[in-house]
């Protein structure tokens, strides 16, 4: 199946081009400029083999003659800031176009092979970026929430993700906080303390499940609900009151701090 084919050689390297952009600008008559996410950005990549021999030749060309009306996946050594080394990163990637072959000696061929990263394709679930193994991530901050329903009031405490969260009563089922995101999967972060609630995580538009935000002392922002295994995709995340608590909470408010997404 396509998502657990792997791409057979390793590149001698590999050109990174530039992401293509998913951002639509336009200007009104007043001279203001607007902007929409209109799809995620898309990376390319160049790999180049040197001088291999026949058999990886046409190992490359029968797999690009199985596969090129398909996708496959890609493993990308990238270098790690986090780990201080390389690791490996999974992507999800198309043929861009034909694969290019060139004879420079008695069956020894220079191979060029253009790989452009797949929109809505599956991994293997464990094949998908995780921030905490140096795969990089972006962060929205409460001030960048796409949508908001019902009363959020400002915080602004050293122990919320970048200084702020936006705390809502928990009083209804009907308030939400949403980000829109670009990407692939995601970490919601919160603190957890004495008088916090619970509320539901939505994935566009579906249930993920539940967090409580409760404990018995204050927590400062960490991730509190991590979902990896999201193709990459334009998504909105959602946090929803529900108007429960833990019972050893004293309070219900929830919070909406901060969401982590995978690039």
């Known amino acids: 199946m ?19 952009e998913g951002v639509l600008r336009t200007q009104a008559d007043s001279g203001r400029q607007f902007s929409r996410l209109k799809r995620p950005p898309q990376r ?9 021999p026949t058999a990886d030749k046409d190992s490359v060309l029968a797999f690009y003659r199985r596969l090129e009306k398909s996708y496959f996946r890609w493993a990308h050594k990238v270098y790690s800031v986090l780990s201080g080394s390389y690791v490996i990163r999974y992507f999800p990637v198309e043929f861009a ?18 790989l452009l990263e797949a929109v809505g394709r599956p991994l293997p679930s464990d094949k998908y970026p995780d921030p905490t193994t140096g795969h990089p991530s972006v962060f929205q901050e409460e001030g960048e929430l796409a949508k908001v329903q019902g009363t959020w009031t400002q915080e602004n405490y050293s122990w919320h993700h970048a200084g702020g969260a936006k705390r809502n009563d928990n009083n209804n089922t009907t308030d939400y ?8 999967g995601f970490r919601l972060w919160s603190i957890k303390t ?6 539901e995580v939505l994935l566009d538009d579906v249930s993920l499940g ?40 004293s309070g219900y408010y929830i919070g909406a701090d901060a969401l982590e997404y995978l690039i």
Do not use: M
């Open 44 to 52: 390319t990549w160049t790999l180049e083999f040197r001088s291999r």
């Open 210 to 249: 539940t967090v409580d935000l409760y404990a018995a002392t204050l927590q400062n922002s960490a991730p509190v609900f991590t979902k990896l295994d999201i193709p990459l995709g334009l998504h909105r995340v959602k946090v929803k009151a529900t108007n429960t608590k833990n019972p050893s909470s």
């Open 97 to 114: 176009g034909p694969p290019q072959f060139e004879l420079v000696a008695t069956e020894y061929w220079d191979l060029r092979v253009s």
């Open 2 to 20: 396509a998502e657990t084919d792997q791409f057979p050689l390793d590149a001698d390297y590999v050109i990174p081009d530039l992401w293509t």
């Open 177 to 184: 906080a949403l980000w829109a995101y670009a990407g692939y």
């Open 194 to 199: 004495t008088d916090w609630g619970i509320f």
